[in-house]
């Protein structure tokens, strides 16, 4: 494994899962008007569907990586990357929806006026949008400069005789 193998986009990639897991442990919306103040970490208030799609685009990142730096056949990381960015892409509009129109009620009832929307909220749909970024610029990666990637064109073939019709 040669870490030297990592471009920007399975850098960025990289930096975007692991940001999104970090980001997702942390408390992403509370109640402004009940008492006591329920709150829940992204895990917990986002749904287990949008749940999922996050760590599938977190898993399809850091597979993405692995794949990469294990010096796998250069279809390996493109599949990935390919798989990677719809899931990125859906998830974070429905992560943009979740956060900019329809919050949770955090267990308490409250409409969506009453929840306020913490930092880690945002930094999150930045996160996803960093990931996706990353997988979709590591499609595009060909590693023409790497040293397997390096192509020799076989020898000119020589040219066919004339024959003669006498």
């Given amino acids: ?4 193998r990592l471009r920007l986009g399975e850098s960025a990639a990289l930096a975007g899962a692991v940001a ?5 442990s942390l408390r992403w919306f509370d109640a402004q008007g009940a008492r006591p103040a329920p709150h829940t970490s992204g895990w917990a208030s986002l749904g ?3 749940v999922l799609l996050l760590v599938l685009a977190v898993v399809g990142a850091l597979t993405l990586v692995v794949l990469t730096l294990a010096g796998a056949a250069a279809a390996l990381p ?4 390919v798989a990677t ?4 892409v859906i998830g974070g509009l429905v992560l943009l929806l979740r956060v900019a129109i329809f919050q949770p009620t955090l267990g308490a009832g ?22 996706g970024w990353g997988a979709w610029r590591a499609m595009s990666d060909e590693r023409l400069g790497a040293r397997e990637s390096a192509y020799e064109p ?8 004339l024959e003669s019709n006498r």
Avoid: F, K
Avoid at 1 to 4: K, Q
Avoid at 85 to 88: F, L, N
């Fill in 20 to 24: 999104l897991v970090v980001l997702l």
């Fill in 78 to 81: 493109i599949a990935t990357a």
């Fill in 85 to 88: 960015v719809p899931v990125a």
């Fill in 48 to 50: 287990w569907v949008l």
């Fill in 154 to 161: 076989p020898p000119a073939r020589p040219a066919p005789r």
């Fill in 110 to 131: 409250l409409p969506s006026g009453e929840v306020a929307v913490q930092w880690p909220a945002y930094a999150g749909l930045a996160a996803l949008a960093l990931l």
């Fill in 1 to 4: 494994m040669r870490v030297r």
